[in-house]
């Protein structure tokens, strides 16, 4: 789904495309960015957080910054245990699945069109509800975590457990599977719904439930980040997206980039536990 991929690239390129004054004398701050179920490698996003740990290390008066890419959380927890970065842009399972692990403090939100992860549905050609998708074949892409599907995805409503479980690797094979009557439900998010239209054969195929709106990507720290430090950051991400970046942003796909804290993660924080 290159739309999804696109909208990775715009996570890290548009945040690159804004004057700033000159890099100050200082320690080079690292900033991990974590999209799980992510489309493009590393080495094609690179360039564009390249750009934007530049911007945000001369908006910041840092003396540089580091970015780093991943799709996985595994490959990404490594990396953090070992780079101790200051910063991560974290999609919403990963940030709930290590928050208390590496003591994570919310500073800000990321709203990319079309990356996915706001909404989840049920979808089916044959099924009208969530009872006629119990107990058949469902296909998912977002299965690898059940604790973020049952607890903040279903909220009670389900288990994986209440379905024959298919598990997939891509999100058009997740919905091919329905098209191609392997499954009678899929599982997947907004993105994915948002291709529908655009897949032969697609015409009969229909949400038959879903999920409440979650909570975008979230900006935080680690505790690596001194407080002065975080707040300054806090406090400028906002200008990211104005004057000579406003447009950017919108050409690639920012729906918004603003300052945020724990309030605005209390509802999904308190559904997935401890």
């Not at 493009?40 to 996003?45: E, F, N, Y």
């Not at 595994?74 to 953090?80: C, E, L, R, S």
């Not at 995805?153 to 457990?161: D, K, P, Q, Y």
Request: charged share 20%; hydrophobic share 45%; glycine share 10%.
């Amino acid at each position: 789904m290159m739309r999804t991929g696109l909208s990775a690239l715009a996570l890290t390129g548009a945040l690159g495309l804004s004057g700033a004054p000159a890099l100050a004398e200082g320690p080079t701050v690292g900033i991990v960015v974590v999209r799980e179920h992510g489309v493009g490698s590393q080495v094609l996003v690179q360039p564009y957080l390249d750009r934007f740990a530049d911007l945000a290390a001369r908006l910041n008066d840092w003396g540089g910054a580091t970015g780093r890419y991943f799709t996985s959380r595994d490959v990404a927890t490594a990396f953090i245990d070992a780079a101790k970065p200051h910063y991560g842009i974290l999609s919403l399972p990963v940030f709930l699945a290590i928050r208390s692990k590496y003591d994570l403090h919310v500073l800000g939100q990321v709203a990319v069109s079309l990356a996915g992860g706001r909404q989840y549905h049920l979808i089916s050609k044959t099924a009208t509800d969530l009872a006629g998708c119990k107990g058949n074949t469902l296909a998912s892409n977002h299965a690898d975590d059940p604790r973020f599907i049952e607890r903040v995805v279903a909220r009670g409503s389900f288990t994986l457990g209440d379905f024959t479980l298919v598990r997939t690797q891509r999100p058009l094979q997740t919905t091919r599977k329905v098209l191609d009557g392997e499954a009678v439900c899929a599982l997947i998010d907004d993105a994915q719904l948002a291709e529908l239209p655009h897949l032969e054969g697609a015409g009969d195929v229909r949400s038959v439930w879903k999920s409440a709106t979650l909570p975008p990507m979230a900006v935080v720290a680690f505790p690596a980040a001194p407080v002065d430090e975080r707040k300054r950051f806090q406090e400028n991400l906002a200008k990211v997206c104005v004057n000579d970046g406003k447009s950017a942003c919108g050409e690639v796909g920012i729906v918004s980039l603003a300052a945020a804290g724990e309030p605005d993660y209390a509802a999904v924080v308190a559904a997935y536990g401890k």
